[in-house]
């Protein structure tokens, strides 16, 4: 049964995620796209590189044997994931990019059903259709004439981009290596992603 903590690790996960939209949005004047998805990672390897420091004869011998798959789950969820929504976020709303986002639940059982095979079953179906729609109702105020109000562009599509990549990593990381435990598995594709992201951080002209 579900006690007071768990209830609070989740809606502090619900905050975290959602502030990430609210946030990007909100300094796109102060920071560029690539400086907060880099600093933002770049600051995540600081404080797990103990980590990496401590368990790096695992982690680096689980890289040998398992580059592909931890490149790919890097890249989709550090290195592209937030680097494309931070660009979305220069030209359209959080409120925009929110309700593109609460698409990710549909996208991975759609994934999950071709790529793993899994049977959709109705309480699925069901569950998703209305957290999308609650997700909507909020934004929307509960005023549907509002979404008349609501104005979408060509950005708009990199924040589709980054919610399909998500969609993807949350799929993926069923294959992530059985011999990495979740704190050398975060460390680890922090730091691939990081390494990814650091050329076209460089390539701004720093």
């Known amino acids: 049964m579900l006690n007071i903590k ?21 300094i796109k004047d102060d920071i560029t796209p ?3 998805a880099f600093f933002r990672w770049f600051f995540v390897f600081l404080m797990i590189a103990p980590i990496f420091i401590i368990r790096h004869k ?20 550090i290195t592209a994931f937030n680097t494309l929504l931070y ?8 409120t925009n990019a929110l309700i593109i986002n609460s698409t ?8 999950s059903h071709f790529i793993l095979k899994q049977k959709i079953n109705l309480y699925q179906t069901v569950g998703i259709l209305l957290s999308t729609f609650g997700v909507v109702f909020l934004m929307l ?10 104005k979408f562009n060509q950005v708009d599509i990199l ?5 399909t990549a998500w969609a993807l990593y949350s799929v993926l990381i069923k294959f992530k290596p059985k011999d990495l435990n979740d704190f050398e598995y975060f460390a680890t ?10 050329p076209f951080y460089l390539y701004q002209g720093y």
């Open 104 to 111: 990710v639940p549909i996208l991975v059982l759609l994934m």
């Open 189 to 198: 594709i922090v730091t691939i992603g990081l390494i990814l992201l650091s």
């Open 58 to 77: 695992n982690i680096l011998n689980s890289i040998k044997q398992n580059f592909k798959i931890l490149t790919v789950l890097a890249v989709l969820g």
């Open 6 to 26: 768990t209830y609070f690790l989740i809606t502090l996960c619900v905050l975290f995620w959602s502030g990430n939209f609210v946030i990007g949005r909100f």
């Open 34 to 36: 690539l400086e907060l």
């Open 159 to 163: 924040v589709i981009i980054s919610s």
């Open 87 to 94: 660009f979305g976020l220069t030209a359209t709303t959080s």
């Open 141 to 150: 105020k509960a005023d549907i004439s509002n979404i008349f109000g609501l």
